[in-house]
């Protein structure tokens, strides 16, 4: 992987990961398109620049998490983020083969953008106007929720900010707590990824670390796309949530029916070639 190509990752990791337009599948349709996607360090870059993204949250919102006298506040994060955990480690083998499959990506962008066109209108007189009012129940369904966001390009912050407004939470509340759970959820998944998952490169299996620390071209690498994930993300969080309460999420529902629409000519057109 270059620098332009970890500058490019970054900077789609970072404009993504908190819109309701799947992160994980854009950035696993740009490094198919640059051509590094079947690279095991692309892999595990795409998991892994999530880090960059996880620090823009807990700076915006540092207050909240350093308020260790609101132990219920931690709580519902960690009820939400135990249905995620189960079912990514017994199911970690099917998301990996789905995750190399561009055309999954692309399907299942323009479906839900489907959903996104007409979910301002299933869901209306929100009851939670504050996180303080969230209860347990209401966090484990949000978590249920998350899990459907393991099919690539279906995007887990769409999936939690609908799971939060079935739950009756405003949409501003909801796409607050979808930022929160991004912490936990996505600290997990990085964590499995550098540490515990075993990665083939070269014929034989190293770890993820290991794997990162092989050549300082790749430290330089990563720390430059979790650097420019964390800018743009910092920039991406402050305008969502308030174009979000004004305009709600049909604009999101036509890029998505667009931008899948235009994945499948592509593909169409190389496999075609």
């Known amino acids: 992987m270059t620098t332009l ?3 490019i990752l970054g900077i789609v990791e970072g404009i993504t990961e908190y819109l309701p337009v799947s992160s994980t599948g854009h950035m696993i349709l740009a490094s198919h398109f640059m051509g590094i996607a079947t690279d095991p360090f692309t892999k595990m870059f795409e998991v892994c620049i999530q880090l960059g993204a996880i620090l823009s949250v807990v700076v915006l919102y540092w207050r909240k ?3 260790f006298k609101s132990w219920q506040f931690y709580l519902k994060l960690f ?15 099917a998301i990996e083969d789905l995750l190399e499959r561009p055309e999954t990506v692309a399907i299942t962008l323009v479906l ?10 299933a869901f209306k007189n929100p009851q939670i106007h504050t996180e303080e009012q969230v209860t347990l129940k209401n966090s484990l369904w949000i978590g249920l929720w998350q899990c459907i966001s393991m099919i690539p390009g279906v995007s887990r912050s769409a999936a939690t900010i609908i799971g939060g407004m079935q739950q009756k939470l405003t ?3 909801a796409a607050e707590f979808s930022f929160f759970l991004a912490v936990p959820t996505m600290a997990a998944a990085t964590g499995y990824t550098l ?3 075993d990665w083939k490169v070269d014929g034989s299996e190293i770890k993820g670390y290991e794997m990162l620390t092989q050549s300082p071209e790749n430290l330089k690498v990563f720390g430059i796309g979790a650097l420019v994930s964390f800018v743009v993300a910092m920039i991406a969080i402050k305008s969502f949530i308030a174009f979000l309460q004004k305009n709600g999420f049909k604009v999101f529902g036509i890029y998505r029916i667009i ?4 994945m499948l000519l592509v593909l169409g057109w190389n496999w075609k070639g």
Request: negative net charge.
């Open 5 to 7: 190509e970890a500058i």
């Open 65 to 67: 998490f350093v308020d």
């Open 79 to 93: 009820v939400a983020v135990i249905p995620a955990l189960v079912l990514g480690f017994l199911f970690n083998d």
């Open 112 to 121: 839900g953008g489907i959903v996104l066109l007409f979910i301002d209108k």
């Open 171 to 173: 949409r501003g509340i």
């Open 195 to 197: 540490i515990l998952k």
């Open 259 to 262: 931008a899948g629409i235009i």
